[in-house]
């Protein structure tokens, strides 16, 4: 296997770490992110090619602020600091920084002096972003400074000798006009690192380390039919086939027909994958009976979800790792550069501490474009990776109030036709989720010419990009039309329809 360029990336707690990496593999070279509190043997092992110390909000040299492990530098590669970086590097090799004075924010005219090969391409005078307060006041020995600003004087520095550059602005963010230029002459001219990454690449890499780390033993993997868990199936299937073991709880709490169309499309795209369906409503309905609190719902299924995984996985002889779809942001969630875990990662529910398993997690240095990207690049449909969010514990969370046979059967056949209308009028691929709730109410209305007393559905149709925050979709009033109308004359029981039109936040995607 030939080895790849990587760029690791020390993360100092900037908002624009990401996109350090993103800039990177967008550029043909691989990148990884460690937080600045990796051991020394987690740099080490990482084996980059080059480093990128990146920005952060603390101010170098206070008190408990983030520092430099030495480590990094005796790697003996190139290394780029970006503002936090770039003082952390000024104070190491003994320079000063100035606090305070002078502050620069935001789109500055920088002069980049001649000679610097981070320049080439780069006009003399040209638009950077500065986002910090702090800058360097006087340079380290061995230092030169190799662009200036009218403010802060020293915006950028090097030392050719060692191969360590940085940047007072920062080069990743789109308001810098020649920021990626800069990165690439990084990367390329002071680096000297070959283009060797591309989706095909990394989806060869994976597959081999796959198939090397889990060796002869089995690996058991909760399939949902969701983008994620798909992919992750797609290529453990090609990296080890039948050692593969693959689960799917059917919890009767899909939309109609859909636990069906999962288990066929799986079948169809792998027709040899060793796929196991555990139906288990009839468990899920009982111990949800007479639970109305969303957080209890949401605490029953969860356990429920993993007791019939458990069960099921325990048949499965030789099983010494547990495969997961976490996402990069996902890992990123569970570190904090403070040293404390805002949330630890999981995407089957909050698997009990004491599964002895090893977690095999192939898409964790993936954002989810990428995600679908390599699911295309695998050999995956359109209609699977494009498949819309569905959250885990399903329709459980769109029937507000206890969740009855009769009520998901209500709700199933209403967001049926949203699902219709939805696609007919091409708004499905339009938007990041659209779905019908179950309100917990009934209304009076008129139908013929007699009176009902029924329930309301309420329509949710949301734009997002990452389902932090979400609008609701201006959808053209003649698709609402018709789907209200359809619900009211198709689905028995429901006599009203209402469009939700609040966003998040402060509201949220799902009713529950
Ligand atoms: P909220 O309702 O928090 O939802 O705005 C944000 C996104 O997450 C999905 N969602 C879930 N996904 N398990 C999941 O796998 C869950 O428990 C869950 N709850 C919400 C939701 O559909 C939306 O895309």
Redesign the pocket.
């Known amino acids: 296997m030939k080895q790849l360029s990587k760029v690791l990336v020390v993360d100092y707690g900037s908002q624009y770490t990401q996109l350090i990496a993103r800039r990177i593999r967008e550029n043909g070279i691989y990148s990884e992110i460690l937080p600045w509190t990796a051991s020394t043997s987690e740099f080490e092992n990482s084996t980059p090619s080059a480093i990128i110390l990146s920005g952060g909000p603390n101010d170098a040299g206070e008190k408990g602020a983030p520092t430099l492990n030495h480590a990094l530098l005796h790697l003996n590669v190139p290394i780029l600091g970006i503002c936090y970086g770039m003082q952390l590097l000024a104070l190491h090799f003994g320079g000063t920084l100035v606090n305070g004075e002078n502050r620069e924010y935001g789109e500055t005219k920088l002069k980049a002096n001649d000679g610097c090969p981070l320049w080439k391409g780069v006009p003399p005078n040209t638009t950077v972003w500065m986002s910090h307060g702090n800058h360097v006041k006087t340079l380290p020995n061995g230092f030169t400074s190799v662009a200036e600003t009218a403010a802060i004087g020293i915006a950028a520095m090097a030392s050719e000798d060692h191969r360590i550059y940085a940047l007072q602005f920062h080069p990743e963010v789109s308001h810098t006009s020649h920021g990626v230029q800069i990165l690439c002459n990084f990367l390329f001219e002071i680096a000297e690192l070959e283009r060797n990454w591309n989706m095909g690449s990394f989806i060869d890499d994976t597959i081999a380390k796959c198939r090397e780390r889990v060796k002869d033993s089995n690996v058991l993997l909760a399939l ?1 039919g ?1 983008v994620d868990s798909t992919v992750v199936a797609a290529l453990l299937h090609r990296a080890i086939g039948e050692q593969l073991h693959c689960i799917f709880v059917d919890h009767g709490l899909m939309r109609q027909g859909e636990a069906e169309e999962i288990v066929s499309m799986l079948c169809q795209c792998m027709p040899k994958l060793q796929l196991q369906t555990v139906k288990a409503q009839d468990l899920f309905l009982k111990r949800l009976v007479g639970i109305e609190d969303p957080e209890a719902k ?1 605490k029953i299924i969860g356990k429920t979800f993993i007791d019939v995984f458990e069960e099921q996985a325990s048949k499965i002889p030789n099983a010494k790792f547990l495969a997961q779809g976490t996402l990069y942001p996902d890992v990123i969630e569970s570190y904090s550069v403070n040293g404390a875990v805002i949330k630890s990662h999981h ?1 089957v ?1 909050g698997l009990p501490k004491d599964m002895k398993f090893e977690l095999i997690e192939p898409l964790r240095e993936l954002f989810k474009d990428e995600v679908r990207a390599m699911g295309l690049g695998i050999g995956l449909p359109e209609d699977v990776i494009w498949r ?6 399903g329709l459980a ?1 769109r029937i507000l109030g206890e969740v009855t046979a009769g009520r998901l059967s209500i709700l199933r056949k209403a967001d049926n036709i949203v699902q219709q209308e939805l696609k007919k009028s091409g708004w499905h691929r339009n938007v ?2 659209g779905f019908a709730v179950l309100l917990p109410l009934c209304t009076v209305g008129v139908m013929g010419d007699a009176r009902t007393y029924d329930n309301v559905i309420a329509l949710r149709v949301v734009d ?1 990009v990452d ?2 925050t ?1 609008n609701w979709t201006r959808l053209p009033h003649d698709i609402i039309a018709s789907i209200s109308s359809r619900i009211v004359g198709e689905v028995n029981g429901v006599n009203r329809v209402v469009y939700d039109v609040s966003s ?1 936040p402060p ?5 529950e």
Do not use: C, D, L, Y
């Open positions: 949902s969701g949401r995407n529910g819309q969010p569905f959250p885990g514990p969370v990041w989720q997002s389902a932090m979400a998040k509201s949220t995607i799902e009713w």
